[in-house]
């Protein structure tokens, strides 16, 4: 049945392959975003669809519509972005998280948080599972992040049982596609923009740290499949279970793209965490999810996408 969405942070890479998904499937779908590292070019093509607008605005601020469902995905991502204003990062999280809590509670709106496998910190446990509290020092400069979406799943979980608001929390973890904004300094845009344009690719430290990486659709997919869940709140885990050094990726990069480019070694970057790998078990039980697009064959179209556009 068709719902009426409201997509925070709609404007940015993953928000707008959400709003695209939830236009094709019928639903009307509000998508709010203040631009802070979010763009218009991401939605362009929606506009002109009638059930779908657009409001420029921040989600620190209360905000008020009718809705039945709440995608809650507003918050810089990258590291270099949220730390850029990292007291904006924690308002943006934890003033965000309440604002939305309130405008479901208000509607009687089921609400979806887009939480992150950074919950974990540099894990102890690996690969990680939802049942582990994790790992994170409070006042790292990820700590605005990090933090701030602890906070928010603790805001989701006292609402859920203060005043039954109906929460989703999924982990997501590492995840690339089309629509990467290509100053944000992530490793999969920054590799493939550098193969691309023939410059050297930075692998910071010696290239042993592992994550997880998702293509966008296989990440949509699960959220779409955690909203319409019945009786789960959650948290779970949204990721790709393979792991792959940063040095395989950089070397698969350069595979695929057949570039020249050299790597090159920079200064590791504090707290940054050592290895992660997303547990899935869970989301396969609940949600009968699992990735579908691996490594190889989601690189490709991403490496098509940057291809047009630098
Ligand atoms: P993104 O930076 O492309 O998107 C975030 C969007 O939020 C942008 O459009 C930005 O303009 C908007 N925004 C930021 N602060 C805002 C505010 N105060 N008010 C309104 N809008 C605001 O990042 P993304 O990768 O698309 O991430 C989307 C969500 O998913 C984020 O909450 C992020 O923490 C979460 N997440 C992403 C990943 C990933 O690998 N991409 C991993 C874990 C969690
Ligand atoms: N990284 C790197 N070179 C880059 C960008 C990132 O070696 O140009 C490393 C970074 O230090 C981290 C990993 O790649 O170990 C993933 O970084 P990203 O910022 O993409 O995500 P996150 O740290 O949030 O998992």
Known sequence: ???????????????????????????????????????????EHLRS?????FVEYDVQKPFVAEVDWIFNLACPASPPHYQHDPVATVRTNVLGMLNML?????????????STSEIYGDPLVHPQVESYWGNVNPI??????????????TLCFDYHREFGVDVRVVRIFNTYGSRMAKDD???????????????DLTVYGDGSYTRSFQYVDDLIEGMLRMMQAE???GPVNIGNPGEFTILELAQLVLELTGSTSKIIHLP??????????????LAKEKLSWEPTIQLREGLTKTIEY???IV
């Open 1 to 43: 049945m068709s719902k009426k969405v409201l997509v925070t942070g709609g404007a940015g890479f993953v928000g707008s392959h959400l709003c695209d998904r939830l236009a094709r499937e019928g639903h009307d779908v509000i998508c709010l975003d203040n631009l802070f590292t979010g763009s218009l070019m991401n939605i």
């Open 49 to 53: 669809n009638p059930r779908f607008s």
């Open 102 to 114: 309130d405008l479901a509670k208000k509607n009687g709106a089921r609400i979806l948080q887009a």
């Open 140 to 153: 790292s400069r990820r700590a605005c992040y990090d933090e701030g979406k602890r906070c928010a799943e």
């Open 185 to 199: 300094g992530r490793v999969v845009s920054n590799f493939i923009l550098q193969a691309l344009r023939g410059e």
């Open 231 to 233: 009786n789960f709140t």
């Open 268 to 281: 590791a970057v504090e707290h940054d965490p050592k290895q992660r790998k997303a547990d899935i078990a």
């Open 306 to 308: 940057f291809r047009k």
